[in-house]
């Protein structure tokens, strides 16, 4: 085990696993930094440091630092993979996904499905997502919820720098082309990391808090709040079983239906706007396959069907947070 | 360069298949035979075929909507493109893609595409994979004057050339983007070739009617972008013989505009008059050709009918590799 920060473990693996397979590339804007300036390559190391280091070890061939064109980053990524490389694609915002949407909607989602099966995709698009930096409504977006809607992809989001890696490494090495959402409020978060190879399957929930009374389904930035929560509801006696579901593209239905069948209370916890959520989908699911253990309505705390605001004061309006959550599970444990 | 008999005879052979294959997919369709789009590439087969016959099966392209002559110039077997077009599940996609999505990855034919300008990063990628590999092959983009105006097809001239990416982008000007001439939506109608260029890439510029032309051009195109140059770009002034899509009426055609392109730009008379002329081939061959190849689509057409439909179960294959 290696004490390290979610973006240490990011760059260790695909450093890594740039090492153990020539096939992997990475393309993206300023993922080196400082291309065509005095300061040179490597002025910067890619914004977020998750790629700090690595042009100067396996060169621009594998290493593409980018223009501005998000369209050309993904398509190109499908392109490559469909060549058979597997490129890892940054999108240093999630939000610019509008910019490249048709790449992964039309192109990379349904290359596989729409040759027959006689293609595969292996291309990894890690989205930079979320909000907590009053970077206003086109920089601070939780859009996995309408990506994860999408057939064709796989779509993680990893919470610990030991799942970072684990669901990483996965990803590259996986077959299908896999949407990566990075919260960059999380990237400062340490934790112990495995040494060696180390791959999480996904479609595999995490428990994270064990508790009688509900269930309470978080992902990515939510699961911390989660838990700050349950800590808080610990001690009025109420247990809280806490789920990071990780992947909401295979979605761990057996994880949530076990915890409901148990605790006959849900509370779904999710960063993205409540319509076609995430949320609104495990609540769907449970209602429709957990009926009879249910003892309350599903809950959501989800932001309001807004965009997200600038003002620290309304971000804040804005956010799911410790408090929303100890409500909505009160207000379901209330519930006759 | 001089052709050998059998270089002449196997193009030949290719642009009749094409031409054969489209006009018999227009009977059928009018029929009512074929369900959803198909866009006929008649009248372009000189571009395909010319723009092929330089590449191997580890060279990569991509095209678009009207993607059954570069899927054929490519290599991809007939009777599969027969059959994936008449949706049945022996066809190359297994009925799944249809006329507008056919692809052979092992024919380095990476995809025909729906979306119009969506395959041009695609070539770029696919370039790079072979820039990383070093072995000299290349991505190449078919796309038409209707795809020039995309912001993708900027965006992959502009990245190609910061990369050095060994991709090379074919427009076929076929003076109709849908429905639309380009006098009116293209701002330099004229010249798209000085769009690429504009980007800091070669460009050359040949009839696309004329498979002499545009294979001699791209010896030349694919001589420069293998030897490391970066990518390039090649305008072909061509010919669309049917509408944008089968069931077009086509009232934005002038008066006789058909029969007259048919009579002057024909690239398989252009080509027929060529060789006999030079006393290269006799008519004879060509004709020999053509039957065999009527015959051969004769057989796609039979087995395409008699093939059995996908199973309502194969909607749910091939989705993911493991989910």
């Not at chain 2, 789009?37 to 571009?47: I, P, R, V």
């Not at chain 2, 290349?138 to 097809?153: E, K, P, R, V, Y």
């Not at chain 2, 000007?173 to 010249?191: F, I, K």
Request: charged share 25%; net charge negative; hydrophobic share 40%.
């Amino acid at each position: 085990m290696t004490r390290m920060m979610i973006r240490e473990a990011i760059l260790e693996t695909i450093r890594s696993e740039m090492r153990r397979d020539p096939t992997v590339m990475m393309l993206g804007e300023d993922i080196v930094g400082g291309m065509g300036t005095a300061g040179g390559p490597e002025a910067i190391g890619g914004i977020w440091s998750t790629s700090t280091g690595l042009w100067e070890e396996f060169g621009s061939n594998r290493i593409i630092d980018t223009p501005i064109s998000e369209s050309a980053i993904i398509g190109s990524a499908a392109g490559a993979a469909l060549a058979g490389k597997r490129p890892i694609a940054e999108l240093m915002f999630a939000d610019f996904v509008g910019v490249c949407m048709d790449q992964i909607w039309n192109q990379i989602a349904k290359f596989r499905y729409m040759f027959g099966g006689k293609s595969k995709c292996p291309v990894v698009i890690r989205l930079v997502y979320g909000a907590g930096f009053n970077a206003a409504p086109q920089h601070s977006q939780a859009v996995y919820s309408m990506m994860t809607s999408m057939p064709g992809v796989k779509v993680v989001m990893p919470t610990t720098p030991a799942d970072a890696k684990g669901l990483l490494t996965q990803a590259i090495r996986d077959d299908d082309p896999v949407l990566f959402f990075e919260h960059k409020a999380l990237y400062g978060v340490k934790g112990e990391v495995p040494d060696g190879d180390y791959v999480i399957p996904f479609g595999h929930a995490r428990q994270v808090r064990a508790g009688e009374h509900v269930t309470i389904v978080a992902m990515g930035m939510m699961v911390g709040l989660a838990e700050k929560a349950a800590d808080q509801l610990a001690q009025d006696g109420i247990g809280c079983d806490v789920i990071d579901i990780r992947t909401t593209s295979p979605l761990d239905e057996e994880a949530i239906l076990d915890s409901v069948e148990m605790t006959g209370r849900l509370v779904v916890v999710d960063e993205s706007p409540p319509r076609c959520s995430v949320a609104a989908d495990i609540c769907a699911m449970v209602a429709n396959k957990a009926f009879a253990a249910l003892k309350a309505p599903p809950a959501m705390v989800t932001p309001p069907h807004t965009p997200v605001p600038f003002a620290r004061e309304l971000e804040s309006a804005y956010l799911p947070s410790p408090p929303k959550i100890v409500d909505a599970v009160r207000s379901v444990l209330a519930y006759r | 360069m001089q052709l050998s008999r059998d270089e002449l005879l196997g193009a030949y052979r290719r642009m009749a298949t094409i031409r054969s294959f489209e006009e018999r997919l227009h009977d059928e369709i009018a029929k009512g035979e074929i369900a959803g789009f198909t866009h006929l590439y008649c009248g372009q087969e000189a571009a395909a075929v010319g723009v092929c016959d330089h590449l191997g099966d580890d060279d990569f392209i991509v095209s678009t909507h009207r993607g059954h002559g570069h899927c054929l110039a490519k290599g991809v077997e007939v009777k599969g493109m027969m059959a994936e077009i008449y949706g049945r599940a022996t066809g190359t996609c297994k009925g799944k893609g249809g006329s507008m999505h056919i692809a052979d990855i092992d024919k380095g034919m990476l995809g025909a595409n729906g979306i119009v300008g969506a395959g041009a990063p695609q070539a770029v990628g696919a370039a790079l994979a072979a820039k990383m590999d070093g072995n000299g092959r290349i991505g190449l983009s078919f796309s038409g004057d209707g795809a020039c105006n995309q912001g993708t097809t900027f965006e992959a001239m502009n990245m190609a050339v910061v990369t050095k990416a060994p991709v090379i982008f074919v427009f076929e000007n076929n003076h109709y983007s849908e429905h639309t001439g380009p006098a009116y939506a293209t701002a330099t109608s004229t010249d798209i070739a000085g769009r690429a260029e504009a980007f800091g890439m070669k460009a050359w510029r040949a009839n696309g009617c004329d498979y002499f032309d545009t294979y001699e051009t791209m010896r030349e195109v694919l001589d420069y972008v293998r030897a490391g140059n970066g990518p390039a770009a090649v305008e072909l002034d061509t010919e669309r013989f049917y509408g944008h899509f089968e069931g077009d009426p086509q009232r934005y055609r002038g008066p006789g505009e058909i029969d007259r392109l048919r009579a002057e730009r024909d690239c398989l008379t252009a080509f027929r008059r060529r060789v006999t002329e030079a006393g290269l081939l006799a008519d004879a061959d060509l004709d020999t050709i053509e039957a065999e190849v009527a015959r051969l689509i004769d057989e796609a057409v039979d087995e395409a009918r008699a093939a059995p439909a996908p199973t309502p179960a194969m909607v749910l294959e091939d989705v993911y590799i493991s989910y």
